[in-house]
């Protein structure tokens, strides 16, 4: 049996960024991980370190979370691959181009640095955009990253801080003691104080080991990567009419993937079908890149949640149990200052006011926010 | 002068959908506009196109002399107040004013004078350290207006500031807004579907019906003098009735609506169809004794039995059954001479002048020129332009 001040359940990046900063504040932390660090969402998803088109409560967040990225790296001491050069949302249909103006008034009160342009200053800015494309929202302090890599950066800097990463280590059973949780293992028993399911699309599996119903799935994603290019473009693009998202790695790859989620299939491989409309939603929106051949596929899950939006906080009736989850895709690039802000909320007892609108209580009373809203509208 | 606003001909497709069909509107500097209308008539997307969250398919959005079509929102030199007043919720009240001039990097000693300045402005001076949780609404979308005003901007928009407050405080915000807005001088084009509202505020109100603007001008001649059938339904209540000119001479009309015979100013054709409007508050009523009920009453009045009372507080709403059969409103003030008579039940002679009686073109076949109802709807710069 091992035991430190929190078990954090969850080896993915919002895991080990929280035990990084439970460690730096002087608490000690256990990092369950069923697999290996960073192997389900937090290692596969898209890369994007946005703030724009965010629903205006997430969006306060996210900028918080940019003034953050910058220095990460060097605050880590290993490699994010970080680059700051914007996010582009295309737009080919009149829906779409109504629903980038309906974000844009969203964000309007909060002076991010945003702007909707129309397809001329589009290609001026990615002339690799394909012909269908007749307006796109920019935000130019928004980027992109290595998900795999700032992953395993923030768990090689908590185990430098102290803290244990246990991997192959999946949670069975959580029990309530007299001193607060002990987790269950195949590899043993851990005991904390302090619970934090950070478990991603497994959120809602742990909940129902203490009789928790949360309203989180996984859905499927896939993912194709192009050999290394010259230089063709440096911003995280989105497409939402193509469903596509695009960015190209310092060492020229080229990641894309289909923004469509499949919530009937969970898993890591390869299904042609998903491979084939990854590529048609490319082929759609950057047509060139039809010159550039596949040498590598994934499929990864998202955890998304019923609004779509993160279930951040404590569980009713459950002291000393939190849960961090159920970021819907939007999540990565939060990661940094959610583990920053939930650590101070275990180790100081104070909710930051950035977190509020999460509340996983909400599921259980009135008042959801919803990040579908204007789709219903 | 020049304005400090002009829209010319401004259009916005959306597929198929025409949402914005060719707005012209000038503001002039110091004043305060309001963009009136029903939801889906185009008032917000206008709003979004002038503040850069839209771009138009036709026509020009002209700031100060500067077609402002191209540029992006925070080059406009415009200030934006939202119906949410979504504050930073991390930051203090004052942490929330300095924000926007930080990002244009104000130089740090002069921060904190104008942070100080500007929630002053807004009645929230001492309150710099309240975190928005901590304050009311009201004094949340105070801070909404400070963080607009910190930068000084000539032209503020402002999309239903006050939709998410209650009665009481949104009518406090109102005055407020209004005597801030004349003491600092900024222009101001407000967006809402209350037209209480716009008539309260405003120099001028613009009222918008399906993507045009219907008519621009004081809220006193919208009010009484309405271009159209849909501002004068639109606009407070209204007894509105569709009649044929029957006689017309010297810019006097005789026209018959229905059983009710009107007199009024204006000029149409003999046989034309127009719609005739009195506003309730112009109908004067008086009891009639048994006995008293006499011939024809002439033009501009009719007899009938009240069938309603609404007690509106200084006022009472009556509504009456004509002898002919029709619908009447009249207002009456509460405190006014013999108001406790009109009862429901009660007979009565409703009355109004020619002057309160407005001639609309009806738009059927047979009418013949509006009435000077095109002459009102010109969007034109009120007197000293």
Redesign the interface.
């Known amino acids: 049996m091992a035991a430190a001040d929190v078990i954090v359940i969850g080896g993915g990046i919002g895991g080990c960024a929280l035990a990084y900063h439970l460690c730096g504040r002087g608490r000690s932390a256990i990092v369950l991980e069923r697999r290996g660090v960073g192997d389900a969402g937090s290692g596969r998803n898209a890369g994007g370190v946005r703030q724009q088109a965010r629903h ?1 409560a997430e969006l ?1 967040l996210a900028m ?1 979370a940019i003034e953050r990225w910058p220095g990460l790296e060097r605050e880590l001491g290993a490699p994010t691959e970080y680059v700051q050069r914007g996010n582009l949302v295309l737009a080919q249909s ?2 779409s ?2 629903r980038l ?1 309906q974000r ?2 969203w964000q ?4 991010l ?6 397809g001329a200053q589009l290609r001026r800015l990615l002339p690799f955009a394909g012909p269908r494309a007749r ?1 796109a929202l920019h935000c130019a302090s928004d980027g992109h990253a290595n998900p795999l890599l700032t992953t395993a950066a923030f768990a090689a800097a908590a185990r430098r801080r102290g803290a244990r990463i246990e991997t192959g280590a999946e949670v069975r059973a959580l029990e309530q003691t007299a001193a607060g949780w002990r987790a269950v293992t195949d590899r043993g028993r851990y005991d904390g104080e302090v619970v934090v399911n950070v478990a991603g699309a497994g959120a809602a599996a742990l909940g129902a080991l203490v009789d928790r119903s949360l309203p989180i799935v996984g859905a499927r994603t896939q993912t194709l990567v192009t050999e290394r290019a010259a230089p063709l473009f440096d911003q995280f693009v989105q497409d939402w009419d193509a469903k596509l998202f695009a960015r190209q790695t310092v060492s020229g790859n080229v990641i894309f993937g289909d923004l469509t989620e499949d919530y009937l299939l969970a898993g890591r491989q390869v299904r042609p079908a998903d491979a084939v409309r990854a590529a048609r939603a490319a082929l759609d929106a950057l047509p060139a890149l039809a010159e550039l051949q596949v040498i590598r596929a994934w499929g990864g899950t998202l955890d998304v949640s019923l609004d779509r939006m993160p279930l951040i906080g404590p569980l009713d009736g459950l002291p000393g149990h939190f849960v961090s989850a159920g970021s819907s895709g939007h999540g990565f690039a939060l990661a940094p200052v959610v583990g920053e802000l939930l650590a101070d909320w275990i180790v100081a007892g104070r909710r ?3 977190l ?1 609108p999460f509340d996983p209580a909400r599921f259980s009373s009135t008042g959801t926010v919803d990040n579908n809203a204007e789709q219903a509208a | 002068m020049r304005p400090e606003l002009e829209l010319r001909n401004l259009v916005r497709r ?2 198929d959908e025409t949402v914005v069909d060719g707005v012209d509107l000038t503001v002039g500097k110091g004043e305060l506009v309001s963009l009136l209308g029903p939801s889906g008539c185009g008032k917000t997307t206008t709003l ?1 196109m002038i ?5 138009p398919s036709g026509g020009q959005i002209v700031v100060r002399g500067e077609d402002v079509s191209a540029l ?3 080059r406009r030199g415009v200030g ?1 107040v ?1 119906q ?7 930051l203090s009240a004052a942490g929330n004013v300095a ?2 001039l930080k ?1 244009r990097r104000t130089p740090r000693g002069e921060i904190a004078g104008r942070v100080r300045e500007a929630l002053a402005k807004v009645q929230m001076d001492g309150l710099g350290d309240r ?3 901590q304050l009311s609404g009201g004094q949340q979308q105070r801070v ?1 207006l400070a ?1 607009v005003l910190v930068l000084e901007p000539s032209l503020i928009l402002l ?1 239903e500031p006050f939709s998410n407050l209650d009665a009481l405080l949104r009518e406090t915000m109102r005055s407020e807004l209004r005597t801030i807005q004349q003491r600092l001088g900024f222009t101001a084009l407000f967006v809402t579907h209350d037209q209480e509202e716009a008539m309260a505020l405003s120099d001028r109100v613009a009222v918008m019906e399906r993507g045009r603007l219907v008519q621009v001008d004081r809220p006193e001649v919208v009010y009484h003098r309405p271009a159209t059938r849909f501002v004068a339904e639109f606009i407070g209540r209204a007894n509105l009735f569709a009649g044929t000119v029957e006689a017309a001479a010297g810019g006097e009309l005789a026209v018959r609506a229905a059983a009710l015979r009107w007199q009024a100013a204006g000029t149409a054709a003999r046989g034309a169809a127009v719609d005739v409007m009195v506003r309730p508050d112009c109908v004067a009523l008086a009891p009639v004794a048994a006995g008293e009920e006499g011939g024809d009453p002439g033009p501009n009045a009719a007899r009938g039995e009240i069938v309603q009372t609404e007690y509106l507080g200084s006022g009472c709403l009556v509504t009456l059954r004509t002898d002919g059969g029709e619908r009447l409103l009249a207002e009456i003030r509460t405190a006014a001479d013999g108001a406790a008579e009109l009862v429901p039940g009660r007979r009565v002679l409703a009355r109004w002048a020619a002057r309160d009686v407005r001639v609309l073109d009806a738009g059927r076949a047979g009418a013949e020129g509006g009435a000077e109802a095109g002459a009102a709807a010109a969007a034109a710069l009120p007197g000293a332009s």
């Open positions: 205006p306060p918080a009149e829906a181009v109504r103006e844009l008034a309007a009160p909060f002076d640095d945003s702007e909707l342009i129309d307006a930051s006011p950035l509020a | 959306y597929g979004r503040a850069g969250f839209a771009k992006p929102v925070h934006l939202f949410s007043y979504a504050l930073f919720p991390h924000f926007g990002r975190m928005p949780a909404a963080r999309d």
